[in-house]
């Protein structure tokens, strides 16, 4: 079945660090890839997402590309604010199939001042 | 974005009673809601999908008559936790999906069950 893996963390950073948070992916078809954010004490929130492979989604200075060939969706900002502290989780749903979302264990990242 | 309200956000329940959880799509009609749980510093553990008009799927080791979800229309679905007891207790969320299968959750119910 589809599966989605995700770096541990927490990864912790200072402020105006760049941020990297790996992501790959397995999947039978031809899915779309989202990247999801959750702040403390609150549901998840759509990040960014791409639909097909070279795409790129951005959003909130965050990118990431979908790379068939290596398939991998990895989360890039290039300098993060205290702000962006939050636990990040990785998805892939297949619109042409049953749209169950499939998702990351989740990433933790702590920014400090 | 589509917008999937969830109440309440949190409570707290004796052991025994039971705890509606609501979500309501409220711009689109969300043919399809999954009902999540999360325990702390996990991922989502897809709990049951729901289709309006029809009876839940539940994911296997889900006991369906604790967790009890109805979609009677396209805009409500409910999860009732019955009879709770203190193992119940975590973060709850639900999410319908989108036409390009991203996914628009609600903002979580935190149960305590003491």
């Known amino acids: 079945g589809d599966s989605v893996t995700q770096m541990e963390g927490p990864v912790t950073l200072s402020e105006e660090a760049f941020l990297t948070i790996n992501c790959t992916y397995t999947?039978?078809?031809?899915?779309?890839l989202f990247w999801y954010v959750q702040y403390p004490g609150e549901g998840l929130q759509l990040l960014l997402k791409a639909t097909k492979a070279d795409d790129k989604g951005s959003n909130k200075g965050f990118e990431a590309t979908y790379r068939k060939e290596t398939t991998s969706f990895h989360l890039e900002k290039g300098s993060v604010q205290v702000s962006d502290s939050a636990v990040y989780f990785c998805?892939?749903?297949?619109?042409?199939?049953?749209?169950?979302?499939?998702f990351g264990r989740g990433t933790s990242l702590i920014v400090h001042p | 974005g589509a917008v999937v309200s969830q109440h309440p956000s949190w409570v707290i329940c004796k052991s025994g009673t039971s705890v509606k959880i609501e979500c309501r799509s409220l711009?689109?009609?969300?043919?399809?809601m999954f009902w999540y749980r999360q325990f702390p510093k996990q991922s989502l553990m897809l709990m049951a999908t729901s289709n309006e008009g029809s009876k839940a799927t539940y994911e296997q080791g889900v006991e369906k008559d604790k967790f009890l979800i109805n979609h009677a229309s396209l805009t409500l679905s409910t999860l009732t936790v019955t009879s709770a007891h203190p193992e119940d207790s975590s973060f709850y969320i639900c999410s319908s999906t989108g036409v390009e299968a991203e996914a628009f959750f609600g903002q979580g119910t935190r149960l305590t069950v003491v």
């Open positions: 711009d689109f009609q969300a043919t399809t």
């Open positions: 999947a039978t078809g031809y899915p779309s």
């Open positions: 998805a892939l749903s297949d619109p042409g199939g049953s749209y169950i979302p499939t």
